[in-house]
């Protein structure tokens, strides 16, 4: 039982932290206790990240309609996250370091079919279902070298710029921010901010940092207008 138990803390501690806290019983050590937040805030924003898309989807979904939706938008945002995942998978980083990626790219990806489909055609959603799959696996199948992933990280600056503001025109244009989940927003803007820390602590890439800073601007800037275009969703729906 001991063993079995040691071993889970071994799944957030190093084996130095470990030693430091329960066998020296050395609980302020100040860089194992940094380490140890950096590890628990990065295996909660995997954990989070499981749902983080799933309001929007189940928008979506309930209300048959994705209105409001920017599809290069979506597109964007997930050439960002892929790219991103890909990057740290090939850098043999910390599952915690980008695990919740696969997951949020999973629920992006999922997301933009469900624009295509209720906005276009089913032959257009599954043609980007199809497409998506294959640059996952040229991406992260031992297709593409490190220097290109590194080369599509430096990219993603740019990327998520333009994603994010898109999306935010669109939400100016209507004055409403549609069908967009206030919920998975601010989980999002929230996600962005933590990941600046645990970067510094468990990576110290320095594009990655930069990334994860811009990144939480632009989601604070689309959390700020779903506040501010709040009552005008509800005007609209009593109107």
């Known amino acids: ?7 889970l803390f071994l799944l957030v501690l190093s084996q130095h932290c470990y030693d430091e806290f329960f066998i020296n019983f050395n609980f302020f050590d100040g860089p194992c206790l940094t380490a140890t937040l950096s590890k628990v805030l990065g295996l909660g924003i995997v954990a989070g990240s499981i749902m983080v898309k799933v309001p929007q989807i189940t928008k979506i979904l309930g209300n048959k309609t994705a209105e409001g939706i920017n599809i290069l938008s979506v597109v964007l945002d997930l050439f960002a996250i892929t790219s991103n995942m890909a990057y740290n998978v090939i850098k043999g980083f910390p599952f915690s370091a980008w695990g919740e990626g696969f997951f949020l790219a999973s ?8 624009v295509l489909f209720f906005g276009r055609s089913l032959k257009e959603a599954l043609l980007f279902t199809i497409s998506y799959l294959a640059v996952c ?7 593409t070298s490190v220097s290109v992933l590194w080369s599509l990280q ?3 600056v740019p990327v998520i710029v333009v994603s994010k503001l898109i999306q935010a025109f669109t939400n100016y244009k209507n004055q409403s921010t549609g069908q967009l989940s206030a919920v998975t927003c601010f989980m999002l803007f929230f996600g962005a901010l933590t990941r600046i820390f645990t ?3 468990e990576t110290g890439d320095g594009i990655l940092l930069f990334t994860f800073v811009c990144t939480s601007a632009l989601n604070g800037l689309i959390a ?3 506040l501010w275009y709040w009552n005008s969703d509800k005007l609209k729906k009593k109107e």
Request: hydrophobic letters at 55%.
């Open 1 to 7: 039982m001991a063993d079995i138990i040691s071993r």
């Open 107 to 114: 629920q992006t990806a999922v997301i933009g079919a469900l």
């Open 137 to 143: 696996v040229i991406l992260m199948g031992g297709y």
């Open 154 to 156: 430096a990219v993603n």
């Open 199 to 201: 970067t510094i602590q």
């Open 224 to 226: 700020g207008q779903i």
